[in-house]
């Protein structure tokens, strides 16, 4: 399976943020900017769905 295949597996928010920082190449503040949230909260948001995806 494939990182790809995965990503539906993840939660809405933990999927965009790494979609748009893995996929679209967006920087941390720019998806914060794009995502209307914290930078702390992408990071988390980030850090989760790593986590999740770690077993692929």
């Known amino acids: 399976m494939s990182v790809r295949d995965a990503l539906p597996a993840l939660a809405r928010e933990q999927r965009e943020a790494l979609v748009l920082q893995h996929f679209a190449d967006l920087s941390v503040p ?5 995502l209307e949230v ?3 909260t992408v990071k ?3 850090a989760r769905g790593r986590w999740a ?3 692929f």
């Open 53 to 55: 995806l770690a077993p």
């Open 38 to 40: 914290p930078e702390a």
């Open 30 to 34: 720019q998806v914060a900017d794009l």
């Open 44 to 46: 988390a948001r980030l």
